[in-house]
């Protein structure tokens, strides 16, 4: 039995039954975990959520701002659909309403305490332990969850602000600031406020900025965290066991590349990506 923490899918279906081959995942034995973002931008949503919806319990995912987006697009359409998105298919098919409540029961995080591993789909805000963290997440899937809520939270939760955490925030802004941590962070400034706005490698990124698992500022944890979103994000192993943390977003939607972390063994499984297999179909 292993546990296989996958990366941001973003309707990439190819990529992932190529992925679940290269893998030799058994759903009787082994667990995938996705670190969210399973649709938009990428060519085949409906058919990767179908698909994924169909592995049953073998599956845990965690909430990405693309699903977040896809919930509110079905929900509140009058105000989503004039963003641009591929998630057409999605919506005119019968099992939309299926889909989306079952993406409206996924946490922003998972912890599994036995692996001693936390899944996010962004990151944790620094600030934060873990205990914290499991409680704040709770906080909006209770609101995704609950039918009379989600409409007007949906409609409301959109927005950057506000960027700094205070334990004492209150509505909608504290909902908004965990949904933006949990789901779109990077990087944060030194005064603990969020930057949503830069997506480079920390290489070309403002030295005026922190990526949220090196701020200085962060809690201290035995925690490992695997997390999605951020695909221009490279790290070595040294700076993997350092901060504790696994990124696995490579790109599926622009690289085609997807790739499995093998929790059990920190062991990394990546599909070849589509230019390398253009060449030699063309060869
Ligand atoms: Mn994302």
Redesign the pocket.
């Known amino acids: 039995m292993a546990t296989y923490a996958v990366g941001?899918i973003q309707g990439c279906l190819d990529e992932f039954l190529e992925l679940l081959e290269l893998i030799q995942f058994d759903k009787a034995k082994d667990k995938i975990w996705l670190t969210?973002?399973l649709v938009n931008r990428g060519p085949d949503s409906l058919e990767t959520l179908r698909e994924i919806k169909a592995m049953g319990q073998s599956v845990i995912s965690v909430l990405?701002?693309?699903d977040l987006y896809l919930i509110a697009l079905a929900r509140v359409p009058e105000i989503f659909s004039r963003y641009k998105h591929t998630l057409h298919d999605i919506l005119s098919s019968n099992d939309k309403e299926e889909l989306v409540d079952w993406l409206r029961s996924f946490p922003l995080l998972h912890y599994d305490k036995k692996l001693n591993f936390a899944l996010v789909?962004?990151g944790i805000y620094p600030t934060w332990d873990l205990a914290e963290a499991l409680t704040y997440s709770e906080e909006v899937t209770n609101m995704l969850k609950d039918e009379s809520e989600i409409d007007s939270f949906l409609r409301e939760l959109y927005g950057d602000n506000p960027l700094k955490w205070k334990p004492t925030l209150t509505g909608i802004e504290r909902l908004r600031f965990i949904t933006n941590s949990f789901?779109?962070m990077r990087y944060c400034h030194q005064n603990h406020s969020l930057d949503l706005r830069e997506k480079k490698h920390p290489r070309h990124a403002s030295p005026n900025l922190v990526p949220w698992f090196a701020a200085p500022f962060r809690r201290k944890t035995k925690v490992s965290v695997v997390f999605?979103?951020?695909s221009s994000l490279t790290l070595n192993d040294a700076h993997k066991r350092e901060h504790r943390v696994f990124p696995t977003?490579t790109g599926a939607v622009w690289k085609g590349t997807l790739t499995a972390l093998r929790i059990d063994d920190l062991k990394y499984f990546t599909t070849i990506p589509r230019s390398k297999k253009n060449f030699s179909a063309n060869n």
Do not use: E, Q
Request: proline residues 0%.
């Open positions: 941001d969210g973002d990405g701002n693309h789909h962004a789901t779109r999605g979103h951020w977003d």
